[in-house]
């Protein structure tokens, strides 16, 4: 995270800019979320929303995942934008943080893949080794 140079390290005017990228509260959160959502289907990516959770089932983690992506918000501080993929949690301050860290897997998705000849923005076979000339 980048903090503005502008401000003395240790000032309350830097510790208040830099909590203020974060989600103040569970509905800033979900409307991060909502945000999201739109980012995706502005992608062509299908998102499927459901209470503090966008669920992309047809956007992967890799090849072989047939769980696809997940992101959540909580309740609870600190709220945030987590995306799942692959057994992993990464959390991000908003929308635009979460849909450039899944920008790689979009990418991915909007090709066909040469290890199982599944079809663009189709998950992989389960057991799908890709070919390596596509990474």
């Given at each position: 995270?980048?903090?503005s140079?502008?401000?003395?390290?240790g000032?309350?005017?830097?510790?208040a800019?830099?909590?203020?990228?974060?989600?103040?509260?569970a509905?800033d959160?979900?409307a991060?979320?909502?945000?999201?959502?739109?980012l995706?289907a502005?992608a062509?990516v299908?998102?499927?929303?459901?209470a503090?959770?966008l669920a992309?089932?047809?956007?992967?983690?890799g090849?072989?995942?047939?769980?696809?992506?997940r992101v959540r918000t909580?309740?609870?501080?600190?709220?945030?934008l987590y995306?799942?993929?692959a057994?992993?949690?990464?959390?991000?301050?908003g929308?635009d943080?979460?849909?450039?860290?899944?920008?790689?897997?979009?990418?991915?998705?909007a090709?066909?893949c040469d290890?199982?000849?599944?079809?663009?923005?189709?998950p992989?076979?389960?057991g799908?080794l890709?070919?390596?000339s596509?990474?």
């Amino acid at each position: 995270m980048s903090l503005s140079l502008a401000h003395p390290a240790g000032t309350v005017t830097q510790a208040a800019a830099a909590a203020s990228a974060w989600p103040a509260t569970a509905a800033d959160a979900e409307a991060e979320l909502a945000r999201l959502a739109e980012l995706l289907a502005e992608a062509g990516v299908t998102a499927v929303p459901a209470a503090g959770v966008l669920a992309a089932p047809g956007l992967a983690a890799g090849p072989g995942d047939t769980a696809g992506i997940r992101v959540r918000t909580t309740s609870n501080p600190p709220h945030a934008l987590y995306v799942i993929a692959a057994g992993r949690i990464t959390p991000h301050a908003g929308a635009d943080s979460a849909f450039a860290h899944l920008r790689p897997l979009i990418e991915a998705a909007a090709r066909p893949c040469d290890g199982c000849n599944a079809e663009a923005f189709k998950p992989c076979h389960p057991g799908c080794l890709s070919d390596p000339s596509t990474d």
